[in-house]
């Protein structure tokens, strides 16, 4: 046992290196223990920190067994930002005891993620990656509003959505077909340019269509019936002309005669 300190009579000040079964500790302690700043190894635990007795404010850098912690934290664990490993994972985060907020950068089996969240999970704003899946979006936990850019086998989506999909505007490519169009749920009204196999179109097209062009064939055929009734009474009305021309003119020379 080595003990090497500086202390004062009312032992409120220390000073010291101590070691006991190979435990090294170099700190500055008061006898309220309410001040300490030391590095203290316990069974190859190694620790370089500030604390208080009630534990309210902690600075420090912690491994064990190769975890690695550097965080401030409080006792109510209401306010942390740290950095740590566990297993490879690295994460670097602010965040409450509520976790109400949330903001790190995470990665697990190559999975990373940037993000703010809420514990409701009503806004999230992250990037992530998942199997080489790369999305970016801000979502809500009602999946009112999304906006994201996502890839999945090679398929790109880039849009604003709603749950009731009722308004959509993106581009998707899917073995190189790109579409880029506004459509609702009930395929209403789509405006999109899509090419397909080197077909490009671009086009307005709704649900009612059928109906329109019924409207518009019936309109047409009711015309060009009227157009036709009109026509033959015309035709007609001519026809009549004609005779009564042929008829007077008939008499007309008959009597000259």
Do not use: G
């Not at 309220?32 to 420090?60: A, P």
């Not at 490519?173 to 790109?178: S, V």
């Not at 090419?195 to 307005?204: A, G, S, V």
């Amino acid at each position: 046992m080595y003990w090497l300190c500086l202390t004062s009579t009312d032992n409120i000040y220390t000073l010291y290196l101590a070691t006991t079964d190979n435990i090294h500790r170099l700190y500055l302690r008061t006898t309220d223990d309410i001040h300490r700043m030391h590095l203290t190894t316990t069974e190859n635990i190694h620790r370089v920190h500030l604390t208080t007795t009630d534990n309210i404010y902690r600075l420090y850098l912690k491994p064990t067994d190769n975890i690695y912690t550097l965080f401030l934290t409080t006792t109510d664990n209401i306010h942390r930002l740290y950095l740590r490993t566990t297993d490879n994972i690295h994460r670097m985060h602010l965040t409450t005891t509520d976790n109400i907020h949330r903001l790190h950068l995470t990665t697990r089996d190559n999975i990373y993620a940037l993000h703010l969240t809420t514990t409701d999970n009503r806004y999230t704003l992250y990037l992530r990656t998942t199997d080489n899946i790369h999305r970016l979006y801000l979502r809500t936990t009602d999946n009112i509003y999304t906006m994201y850019l996502r890839t999945t086998a090679n398929i790109h989506r880039l849009y604003p959505a709603t749950t009731d999909n009722i308004y959509r505007l993106y581009l998707i490519t899917t073995d190189n077909i790109y579409t880029l169009y506004l459509a609702t749920t009930d395929n209403i009204h789509r405006l999109y340019l899509r090419t397909t196999d080197n077909i490009h179109r671009l086009y307005l097209a709704t649900t009612d269509y059928i109906q329109t062009v019924s409207s518009n064939h019936r309109q047409y055929t009711q015309t060009v019936i009227k157009n036709h009734r009109q026509h033959i009474q015309t035709v007609s009305n001519n026809h009549r002309q004609h005779i009564h021309t042929i008829s007077s003119t008939h008499r007309l020379y008959t009597d000259c005669i």
